[in-house]
């Protein structure tokens, strides 16, 4: 059996705006397992960055530990990259992010990477408003230690080991909304036309941006019983509209008249375009948000799409007041700029 991945593409493969096939964005062959919801979410990744037509050198991938934290080997090939220990992406995404503010970080983790040993250095990535994507593929599930229940795991599912879990779950939506995310989202694995502009719109985002993507597990945890399954999502799953992400030089195109259009400008100049129902939830209002979840939890709904969006956030260099030259870019000069600077600041300070 081979293990060599194909590097045949056809000829006429189309093309994005910078020349590049969709090729040059995969990666390595995945050794996860057959129908793993992981693989379809690396291939989202792959789709938003070759539409986005993002420079692939110009982006960093940072994980920590996990299924989820294997797959940036699938995909951005040619893109930066920094596999943490378990719990400790954000800290490290941190300093890379602070170094070189030019490059476009995607962080890739887990529910157990993100909701155990990683909550406290989650929590405090949230608040410090870091400019980066976040998708934590949630399979309620440890499938590396082979399928304990984790942090996310509803009251009542049941795994393969079969024990309904007694905990109440954390909702990683809830907790980003509450800490100051400008941009939350929750969608499906299994739901590429959704996902897709998701991290379009996630990756224009100035500040952090947190996706918590539903990711069965077919290994330990698509079971009938299970509410990260397959079965149980597809059946639950209420979406909050469409997105669309449109490029500042593209023509606004309005479809699908019949529902509410709301188009929102994001820093770039780029255009989301959010199309729903007339009784969904305000994306601007955290009240109205965290009230849908709180609702949605109690029908056993699992809300996806754009739940929540503050174009007014401002980035962690913003707060601090960085400058605007990457660290990595700075020379003698600007790190030490003599006794009489030195001086006026130990000055400012007594």
């Not at 170094?99 to 990477?113: F, M, W």
């Not at 909702?171 to 400008?182: P, Q, R, V």
């Not at 019983?225 to 597809?234: A, I, L, Q």
Request: proline content about 4%.
């Amino acid at each position: 059996m081979s293990y060599l991945k194909s590097t045949f593409r056809h000829p006429e493969s189309p093309k994005n705006d910078l020349g590049y096939t969709q090729a040059v964005y995969e990666g390595a062959l995945s050794t996860l397992c057959a129908g793993c919801g992981h693989d379809s979410v690396s291939n989202s990744i792959i789709q938003a960055c070759f539409e986005l037509s993002l420079e692939p050198h110009r982006i960093a991938k940072m994980s920590g530990i996990g299924c989820s934290s294997k797959t940036p080997a699938y995909f951005l090939k040619s893109s930066h990259g920094f596999n943490s220990v378990h719990g400790r992406m954000p800290s490290v995404a941190t300093g890379a992010n602070l170094g070189n503010r030019d490059l476009t970080y995607i962080g890739i983790s887990g529910d157990g990477d993100t909701a155990s040993i990683g909550m406290g250095q989650f929590m405090h990535l949230v608040r410090r408003n870091l400019n980066m994507v976040y998708i934590c593929m949630n399979n309620g599930v440890y499938g590396l230690t082979k399928g304990q229940d984790s942090a996310t795991a509803d009251v009542g599912s049941a795994s393969k080991k079969g024990v309904p879990n007694m905990y109440e779950p954390m909702d990683l939506c809830e907790l980003a909304i509450s800490l100051g995310s400008g941009y939350v989202a929750r969608s499906f694995s299994g739901d590429k036309n959704q996902l897709v502009p998701l991290i379009q719109g996630a990756i224009r985002h100035n500040g952090f941006a947190l996706i918590d993507c539903v990711s069965p597990c077919v290994t330990f945890n698509n079971t009938a019983r299970s509410t990260k399954g397959y079965e149980w999502v597809r059946d639950h799953k209420e979406a909050t509209g469409t997105v669309d992400l449109v490029p500042a030089e593209t023509e606004i195109i309005v479809k699908e008249p019949n529902q509410i259009l709301e188009s929102i400008s994001l820093h770039d100049g780029s255009v989301l375009n959010i199309r729903r129902l007339p009784n969904s939830l305000d994306i601007q209002s955290r009240e109205s948000v965290l009230k849908s979840l709180e609702d949605a939890r109690q029908k056993q709904q699992v809300l996806t799409g754009l739940l929540y969006l503050n174009t007014h956030s401002r980035n962690t260099h913003e707060l601090i007041n960085t400058t605007d030259r990457p660290l990595n870019g700075l020379d003698k000069s600007d790190l030490c700029p003599g006794s009489d600077i030195l001086e006026a600041i130990n000055q400012s300070l007594r």
